[in-house]
């Protein structure tokens, strides 16, 4: 049973930074493709960014150049560092991973295990 647990996130003014860190057990995740995405009050989840098995990454426009999604795989985890945070960067953040190996996609379809979230607010 693979399991993923966020921390790191927390109540910062815009303009600050946070880095997520997504720890995962009952799978090594070197050759997955692993996903953040968020979630905002009365808004559906969407996608944040994401890093495929190779070290590709990929970005929701809003978040690119501010946010960088790296993996360390000795250490079974997936970090999502956010610069230049802004008021409407608030939500729950997830990280996401799929069954299969060799699997890319951006969508929640792609992802079948999610971790717990964690809050991040910024204030203006």
């Known amino acids: 049973q693979v399991q993923l647990v966020e921390s790191g996130g927390g109540l910062v003014q815009a303009g600050d930074s946070l880095r997520l860190s997504c720890a995962a057990s009952g799978r090594t995740l070197s050759l997955y493709t692993m996903g953040w995405f968020r979630q905002a009050p009365g808004k559906e989840r969407e996608f944040v960014a994401c890093?495929?098995?190779?070290?590709?990454?990929y970005y929701e426009d809003s978040v690119e150049g501010r946010f960088t999604i790296s993996r360390d795989n000795g250490n079974n985890t997936v970090y999502l560092q956010m610069n230049s945070l802004k008021p409407e960067d608030t939500a729950v953040y997830y990280c996401a991973a799929p069954e299969k190996k060799y699997l890319f996609g951006q969508t929640e379809a792609y992802f079948n295990y999610w971790g717990q979230g964690t809050q991040v607010t910024v204030s203006s």
């Open positions: 890093i495929t098995w190779t070290g590709i990454t």
